[in-house]
Structure formats: C-alpha cells, structure tokens
C-alpha cells in the first residue's frame, strides 16, 4: 500500500487520481466563471477584436486587381517586363474581356483609382477606356492589342502593364512601403519622389512631440502630485478635484479654449499687448504650430501623469525621509537619494499612459494643430475619410501600433513591467 | 553661565511644552534630564505624548515652547540632519530599493566617508548584529527580526551618541520581541551609548531601563528605576499602568510618620503607606500587588490587620496559581501564588481571611 502511493500519482480516497479528481471538482467552477464573463468577451471580440483585425488586414491585402481582372493577371503571369516590349495579344484580348465585366459591374473606376496611387494617370485610363469598351463584343471585335491603344495611348505604355503586373498579387508590401517614403515599383521598392515624401518626418514628428509632451507633463506632474500625497486630507481633496476638473468638461472644450487663449487676437496676446510687452504688429504665433499643439495636450494629458505619481507616492511612509534625515541626509539629498527612486514606477506608469495616449493622439492636434502640428494619426484620418486610401491608412496605423508594443517591451526589458503601479 | 548641575545631563528637556492645534496641549511642561549612557523609556497609552516628546529630540517637531539641550547646547533650531541622533523607527523605514549595505553605508555616504573606511564601518555594524552574510540582500527579503537588527546596525553604524527607538519592536511575534530585548540592551551596554527608548509595552520598559517615565495626558507621572516604579508607585496611574494592580477604595482614619489607616468602604481597615494622603478623612485608593497578598496570616508581622474574602474563581497557570476573590465588594481583586509543594488551591465559594505586610499596600490618590 505505502509502496504502491509512493511510486504512483497521489489518489484521491475513491482511487482516480487526485489530479483528475481536482479537475473535475474545479470543471464547474470554471464553466461558470466563463458563463459570466461570456457576454463581455462576446460583446469585445464583435466589436474590437475583429474590426480591429480586419483593418490590419488591410494593410496588405490586394485583391482588388486580382478579382478584377482576373484574366489579364493569368496572362501576364508569362510576359517578361524586363524584355521592354509590350505584350502580345492575348493580354490584351483579356483585359479586354475582364474590362467588359467590370465595366457592367461598375468596378473599373474602383480600380483605377486604386492603381492611381501606384501610377498617377492610372485613374483616368481606366474611366477613359471604359466608356468606350463597355460598348464591345469579346467575340466579334477580335484583336484588340491596336484597338485599346486607339482607345487610349496608356495601354501602349509598357509602365502602365508592369504596374499591373506588380500589384496583382493578392497579398502587398505596398501599403507599408508607402507608409515609410517608399513605393513598390515594377523595378522593386524604391523611395518615394522628394515631394511625397512626408509621412517619415511626420512619423518622426509625432515621437518627438509626444517625448517633449511626455516630459513637460513629468515636470509639471511631479510637485503637483506631491502636494496631492503630502497635504492635509481637506487640502489634498480640493486640489484632486481641481486636478480631475478637466477630466469632466468635453475634450472639444477645453481644445478650444486653448485656442481662444492662444490665437493671435487671444487673451494672452491682447494681455501682452495691453502690457506693453509684445508690439502689436508682432503677436506671438502661438497656435496652429507645434507650440501649440504641445501646449494643449500637455494640459489635456497631465491628469493622466499626475494620477499614477501620486497613487505611487501615497504609498511612500513619510518614516522614509526622516529616517534619510536622522542619518544625517540634508532634505534634498533625503529627496533625491529615498524619496524618488521610490516614486519612479509612477513616472514610469504615468509616463507610458501619456506617450502611448499622446502619439495617437488626433482630435486636439487637428484643431490646434495647424499643419506644422498635426501628427501621424490626423494623416490616418485623412486617409480614412478623404483619400480613402484605406490600405494606407492600416498600414499606418499598423507601424503605430508595433512602434508602441516594442516600446514596451523596451520599457519592460529596462524598467520591468512589474514596477509600473497604476494605483 | 549653567550650573554644574545642567552640565552633566546629556538630554536635557526644559519646560518643554508642545501644541499642534494651538488649542491643547499635547506635552505639557516636561522637564527631563538624562546622564550619558543612561537608557530611558518613554512608557504610556497611546496619545500620551511619548512619540511627540521623541520627535521633538529627533527634530521632525519643534517645541512650542522651553529649550531642549543637548550635551549642553540647545538644538532647538538645529536641523534634525545635523543633531547627529540615531534612530530606530516603528516599522524599521529601511530603504526598499537600497541593498542592505546600501541603507547601511547610506549615512556614512552622506558624510562624504572614504569607501574604505565605510566599507569597513558596515562590516563591523553587520557583524555586531550577526547579519554579517546579509549585505547584499534587500530589505523585503529579510523577516521581521532581521530587519529589525539592520535598522539598530543603521542607527548604530554613524557612532552617534544618542540613539532613539520609536516602538521597534511593536512589529514582531511576543517571542521574537523577547529575545530582542535583550540583545538590543546587551548591544548598547556594550557600546555605551545613550538611549531613549519608546514603548507602550510595560514589561519591555521594565525588563530593558535604567529609567522609566511613565507619561500620561503629556504629563510625566513618574521617573524611576523599574523596581522603584513596579514597587513604589506615586500614584494610581502608575500602580494600575505598570504591572497587576488590586485597588480598594477607602478613607483614612489615622495617620502617623510612615504609616497610615484606611477604613474600607465596607468598613474593614487595614494597615498602608500613606503616599498621596496628608490627613485623616482623606479619600484614597490602595494599591496592593496581587504576588504580595498572603494567604498565610501567620507571615505577617504581629498585629497586622485582615480583610474578610471570598473565593470567586481559582485559575491553574502553569508556574503561579490565580485567584480571583471578592475583598471589600470588589470582585476583582487578584491573588497571585507560587506553584510550590503543599500550595492550597482554593475552591470556589470558600470564605476566609487574607492579609499583606503593611509596606505592600500604598494609600494613593483617590
């Protein structure tokens, strides 16, 4: 018997083992607890998760060529475009085809478009032709090699095939070649013409902005969040109230308040001149530039910096610094030495949030912004609402959402995750 | 010019008062003063005014008014980083995200030590503690005890001369916390230094002093000796606050040099030391330890009075037996008894006659 519980797994007082038994004994606790939080995880993974996935996905699916013009891309798969010659007729008795279908679809307006961010005149070879092909017969008006370039002299253009050719694949790195300055041409990627590139600056502008944001909220947070964790309880009160005040006036508000204090023929403008400080020819440009921008977000984010450094703080017994002070530490060096290595998980908390919050940031640098103030995510808008270059848009906001996950992980490999205190 | 008198003392608290609201009084007019070496325990309740008393030396609250000196010179402005005090704090305050060679050097660090010379002072600190293996840990790391011992090697590592101990002990097991006692006193005996020690435990006043002030209401009630202050209470305060106490209330019917007659309220009396009592007709409490109550009448000297008692319940501890009686319409009055050969244990409801030595009950204030 002792042997036999000695060699085997541990049984439970009927014989199965006590694993199993554990299992079993614990099966309908956890059934129930995923019952509870089913509507939940239902409810997040309809809403978020997969509108989430989708517009990823976006980033670099292509099926729009592919489906389009289905024909055309199985005949072009054999044409060589580095020969330099254009090709034979088959491609073009199957653009033809494809082009009559999509013309009675209306897709060939859809597309050209598409291939316009590829080409430019793409858009209006295909609007063009179309008028004139959808009045075609397969059959009876054989060849069309001389025909569409009579049509149109773009189908004579070797450029015009290669494009086809390159972006007929149903998966591209285009989008996100786009993203960083680059093109994916028929010759492979190649950076984008000097006039179009902007959004690596922008990119870069919007780490930068939100660094300095970041950094402002941490100088303005710290004392703030101090007296919040060392005042009496009836101050400390007040002063919390004031710090949440902003979180309960609208976001467009307060934006725009910062615009009437900003702007040229603002209060403070009007204030510096009356003072005699500022010419009044010359006010100062204090809005629709980073500055502004900067500003604003600053005042927008700091509850978000102020919170975790004073939930942090709260929980630093004040023995602390006296005991730094009885050893003979003078009060900064008490501050510097005990106090704050024991309030920087807060810092770090608090800095994150505000990073994180600051570089997709979009509603305040869109009105205060200017365009020298505009970051990443207003270009994502743009994209989403104007352009409609949906691929663009998802392969940036892909790239923001890696940049972030990896500063992260950096935070976590430097810091460690675990020292991060919300509250 | 001082007088003489004011040089010897080390610590020195002179009508000191304290008020935080500006309305009461938290330390009402202290005077105190403490020889080098001396170990001093600030013992009472909880807002009795110890802790503000120990802050007060410590510099982290300035006296309302009166001057507090040290080694002569009045430190009341002086900054607590430069009194040069030790301190040892209630829950250790060692510093979490300091090593503990790290807390430990921390105030020789401060007053910019070679690293030599520091590493060798910690050394020693550890050593004297038996934590010698510890240095590298972190203070979350260590149990209750251990870090307790690195915090007295904290307070101790600087050689100030005066060290202060804010309820150190507070936070440990009963068994621990004795052990502690003890070797905290064998390591300031052995160094010599001054302490002033905070505590709302009697028996770690008692076991640990040189002195004890017994404080309450911002007042001290008494400064003794422990066995001065266990045996020879001023008054009621201090007998019911330092050890077991039995009161029986009375008035006093004859009074002469050393010795004093009190007629209990049921009208039995009984034979005491007159302390708080000047007259006959004085209201007064008496004070009887219940190790001293004697069961044996033929012990006490001759002529002295008994008291009528009543057998409540009997309760077996091991080394002592308890008694609870009823003496004068008080059902709490204690009687403490060796376990020794041939002890009576009494039952329930027996009636009979209890005495003391007349230097064992002490008249004190009503």
């Known amino acids: 018997m002792s042997a036999a519980t000695r060699a085997g797994p541990v049984l439970a007082a009927d014989g199965t083992p006590l694993k199993r038994s554990l299992a079993r004994a614990l099966r309908m606790q956890k059934i129930r607890a995923l019952l509870l939080v089913a509507p939940l995880l239902v409810f997040v993974l309809i809403t978020f998760v997969t509108p989430i996935g989708q517009m990823l996905f976006r980033s670099v699916e292509n099926d729009l060529v592919a489906d389009t013009l289905p024909l055309t891309v199985a005949a072009l798969a054999d044409w060589d475009a ?50 004139q092909i959808s009045r075609w017969d397969p059959e009876e008006d054989a060849p069309f090699r001389e025909r569409l370039i009579d049509v149109h002299e773009g189908w004579g253009e070797i450029d015009t095939w290669k494009t086809i050719q390159t972006h007929s694949r149903r998966l591209t790195p285009g989008y996100f070649l786009n993203a960083v300055d680059m093109q994916l041409t028929p010759d492979g990627p190649m950076a984008q013409p000097e006039s179009k590139r902007i959004l690596i600056k922008l990119f870069g502008r919007t ?19 101090y007296l919040l964790a060392n005042l009496p309880l009836r101050k400390s009160n007040l002063l919390l109230i004031m710090v949440l005040l902003p979180f309960w006036t609208s976001l467009l508000v307060r934006t725009s308040a910062w615009k009437v204090l900003l702007q040229q023929q603002g209060v403070i403008n009007d204030t510096l001149v009356w003072l005699g400080l500022v010419a009044d020819e010359a006010r100062l440009v204090m809005i629709n530039n980073q500055f502004g921008t900067i500003v604003a977000m600053t005042h927008i984010l700091l509850p978000f910096m102020i919170l975790p450094i004073y939930s942090v703080m709260r929980t630093i017994p004040p023995a602390y610094v006296r005991a730094a002070k009885s050893l003979g530490a003078t009060d900064w060096t008490a501050f ?4 704050f290595p024991q309030s920087v998980p807060g810092i770090g908390a608090g800095s994150i949030l505000v990073f994180i919050l600051a570089i997709g940031y979009y509603i305040t640098p869109e009105i205060v912004g200017g365009t020298k103030g505009v970051f990443i995510s207003n270009r994502i808008a743009y994209h989403i609402s104007f352009s409609l270059n949906w691929g663009l848009a998802a392969a940036l906001g892909t790239i923001l959402l890696v940049a972030v996950l990896i500063l992260y992980w950096c935070y976590d490999r430097i810091v460690g995750i675990d020292n991060v205190k919300l509250g | 010019m001082v007088s003489s008198d004011i040089d010897s003392a080390f610590v020195e608290f002179d009508h000191v008062q304290k008020s935080y609201d500006g309305e009461t009084l938290v330390v009402k007019n202290l005077n105190l003063s403490m020889a080098k070496g001396e170990f001093l325990t600030m013992l009472g309740p909880s807002g009795s005014g110890k802790t503000t008393c120990l802050m007060m030396l410590a510099g982290f609250e300035t006296a309302t008014h009166g001057d507090i000196r040290l080694g ?56 004297m503690v038996q934590m010698g293996e510890f240095g590298g840990r972190r203070p979350a790391q260590l149990s209750g005890g251990q870090q307790q011992r690195i915090a007295l ?20 097991d009963k068994q621990l916390r004795e052990h502690m006692q003890f070797e905290i006193k064998h390591i300031v005996d052995g160094l010599g230094i001054t302490v002033v020690y905070v505590t709302h435990d009697q028996t770690e006043a008692l076991t640990m002093s040189d002195r004890v002030a017994v404080f309450n209401d911002g007042v001290i009630q008494q400064i003794a000796a422990p066995d001065e202050l266990y045996e020879r209470p001023r008054n009621s305060f201090v007998a019911q606050f330092i050890g077991e106490n039995n009161t029986l209330t009375g008035s006093v019917t004859k009074i002469e040099e050393g010795a004093a007659e009190v007629t209990l309220d049921d009208g039995e009396v ?59 319409g008080n059902d709490e009055f204690i009687a403490k008894t060796r376990n020794a050969p041939g002890q009576n244990r009494l039952r329930p409801g027996a009636k009979l006659k209890i005495g003391w030595h007349p230097q064992d009950c002490r008249a004190l204030d009503a």
């Open chain 1, 336 to 339: 510097w030495r005990v106090y």
């Open chain 2, 153 to 172: 090697a904290r307070a101790l590592v600087f050689e100030a001369e005066l060290v202060l101990m804010d309820e150190p002990l507070g936070a440990l």
């Open chain 1, 82 to 131: 580095s020969a330099g010659e254009l090709p034979e007729e088959p491609v073009f008795n199957a653009l033809a085809r494809d082009m009559i279908v999509a013309v009675r679809e209306k897709n060939h307006t859809k597309l050209g478009t598409r291939l316009n961010y590829e080409r430019t005149g793409m858009s209006s070879l295909f609007r063009k032709s179309g008028r």
């Open chain 1, 207 to 225: 780490v930068w902005m939100s660094l300095v944001i970041t950094v402002t909220c941490i100088i303005l947070a710290y004392p703030v969040a």
């Open chain 2, 270 to 328: 009984i034979d005491t030391v007159p302390v708080n009592v000047s007259a006959v007709g004085d209201r007064t409490r008496v004070s009887i330890r219940p190790e001293r109550v004697e069961f044996d009448l033929s012990r006490l000297p001759p002529g002295a009075h008994t008291v009528n008692a009543e057998v409540m319940e009997f309760i077996y501890m091991g080394d002592t037996f308890r008694t609870r009686l009823r003496v004068a």
């Open chain 2, 72 to 127: 002569g010179v009045s430190i009341n402005n002086i900054s607590p980083h430069k009194r040069g005090i030790g301190m040892v704090f209630q829950n250790y305050a060692l510093f979490p995200h300091m090593t503990v060679a790290e807390n430990l050097s921390f105030p020789l660090d401060v007053r910019r030590m070679p690293k030599a010379e520091r590493e060798e002072k910690v050394m020693r600190a550890l050593d």
